[in-house]
């Protein structure tokens, strides 16, 4: 036989890998001392953490949670530590949580804002988990009018009728679709519930309440604050500027001209517009063009304009999953015969989603940090409360425990919405 | 061979292409396409690539637009009206060079998507149909994976059977083993055939011969966005008439 010739007579079994040789040396070895240059590194970052929590831990530690002024914390903390020792006074956050977390909102009514959060998490619940039972979904769909009636209360007839705008809507869109066809069934769909709440809602839900008075006592925006009102404002912005965006992405694509140039110009419009200004907008300007007479919830009118800013951004996120997607998978919907809703609903959409997870989570996170601007136009978001409280004698120069309290609460939000969308991420990941 | 395969081709019309002329900006891709192709008929199409040849089965379903003709599916005429449109697509199934299997979906799925929106069966109904096609491409054990998860030429006989469970009357293949490594593109073949042996309505752009000789009954050579040569497989191969085609030969059959 040849040098060149070889036949192999059997196929190497499948081997597991080598074992790594383990051991906790072997990893401070490859990962911090793997050279001069990277141990000199690692000794040198050492040093700058030891600096660096050797001043933080014993101020967070030598500190004071019973104090009721800023001077009493100082002089307790003299006592107990030494004097001179300088320790973070957290008496203040002990004193005003309740404030912090529910602003001016009357003490005996804290119990509606508390189960509008737990049945918040029940309603986001089946949208964020696709585990649990799809009929949870429609509390989800009940909870924004719950959830309003709570917290503002009222009369319960006000979300009964605006929910009903949405039932009606839902009807004239089943009746009129199965006589005249889509168009018309969508037109309708939009404009009957809108006429609805213009024009009857009022009298309707008033006439309803006083055949039947049921309500809760209600509490005026002025009263809301604190993390209450972050999260409101955060939470509503994030649910509704998904679908907006989505909208708005599609309509930038779309063929139809008028749609495309609509979209084309909200988009660029508002995304070149600080969102301070629109606050503004929503805050000052906006009740010279409603007619006169309107009440117009300034709340209401902050999410309005929050929401459409962070929508703005969705849809350039979107749209960037669009592009990303092959145009294969438009064509292999196309093929089937699928019409331009479904294959948007079952095909594109999904996918484009998926892709953005990390810039759709980004844009939720920077718009529930954003809820804090609204301290500018003189709501008492927890940034807002901070110079009710220092305003106080008792605590006038206190500033670190209140922004570390407040910039920790809003990293535990931030933290766990990144975290759920690597979770998310992991779970949609279905190649391997 | 050639008798069997004339046997089961009827006279009706499955599809009626007259006139049909595309254009891509001022660029003339399709001139003056005439094309009937009887139901049964297995016609596969060749030519070097930008002679129009996937252009022209992509006007059949529509996915790209032509600009002046006709054309007739099934006897429903191709127009701009988005319904008529969908409704052909429904009929006529298509394979993609690349597969666009649904890369979210698991194969079962892929598979019952189309029937359960489109035709409206019972989900149940759509995945008993889904499983009977899977085992006809053999690969009913994969039902439950994702198409990353597959090979090529299984993601391809995926592709295939999820066009099959839309019951289409007519199928479409764009290259559909050109992105295949030469093992897998027997098992696509081997599909292929098989379908064609059942009297399925195909038309195939490819450019494997052996498989034109063994199931076409028409082989068209298209060059330059115009039909240049039609003939029987046996004609076709061994006694080309024009030019053009006998050069194209030479070349692909030549090495």
Known sequence: MSKLSYVRTEMLPEQAPPVAQAGIVKWLRENLFSSIPNSILTLASLAFLYVILSHVLPWMFQSSWTAN??????????????????????????????????????????????????????????????????????????????????????SIWVPIVALAGFVLGGVAYALIGAKFGNLPATIAAFLVPVLWWLLLANPVSNGLHSIIPLGLEAVESAKFGGFMLSVLIGITGIVMSLPIGVLLALGRQSDLLIVKAICVGFIEFIRGVPLITLLFVASVLLNYFLPPGTTFDIILRVIIMVTLFASAYMAEVIRGGLAALPKGQYEGADSLGLDFWQSTRLIIMPQALKISIPSIVSTFIGLFKDTVLVSIIGLLDPIGLTTNIRADAAWNGIIWELYGFIALVFFIFCFSMSRYSMYLERKLQTSH | MANA?????????????????????????????????????????????????????????????????????????????????????????????????????????????????????????????????????????????????????????????????????IMLFDEPTSALDPEMIKEVLDTMIELAEEGMTMLCVTHEMGFARQVANRVIFMDAGQIVEQNEPEEFFNNPQSERTQLFLSQILGH
């Open chain 2, 5 to 169: 395969k004339k046997m089961d081709v009827s006279d009706e019309v499955a599809i009626q292409i007259e006139k049909m002329n595309k254009w891509y900006g001022s660029f003339h891709v399709l001139k003056d396409i005439d094309l009937t192709v009887y139901r049964g008929e297995r016609i596969v199409i060749c030519g070097p690539s930008g002679s129009g040849k996937s252009t022209l089965i992509r006007c059949i379903n529509a996915l790209e637009e032509h600009q002046q003709g006709k054309i007739t599916v099934d006897g429903t005429h191709l127009s701009s009206d988005l319904k008529n449109i969908d409704a052909i697509r429904s009929e006529v199934g298509m394979c993609f060079q690349h597969f666009n299997l649904f890369p979210h979906l698991s194969i079962l799925e892929n598979c019952t998507l189309a029937p359960i929106w489109v035709r409206k069966i019972p989900k149940k109904e759509a995945e008993e149909t889904a499983m009977h096609f899977l085992e006809k491409v053999k690969i009913p054990d994969q039902a439950l994976k994702y198409p990353g998860q597959l090979s090529g030429g299984q993601q391809q006989r995926v592709a295939i059977a999820r066009s099959l469970c839309m019951q289409p009357r």
């Open chain 1, 69 to 154: 002024s800023l001077s009493e914390c100082r002089s307790m903390i003299a006592a107990a530590y030494g004097e001179g020792t300088h320790g973070a006074c957290w008496a203040v956050i002990r004193e005003r949580f309740l404030q912090l977390v529910f602003g001016f909102y009357p003490a005996e009514l804290y119990w509606r804002p508390i189960v509008a959060f737990i049945l918040m998490l029940v309603a986001l619940a089946p949208v964020l988990f696709d585990k649990l039972p799809r009929k949870m979904l429609w509390f989800s769909a009940i909870f924004p009018f719950l959830c309003f009636w709570l917290l503002w209360g009222g």
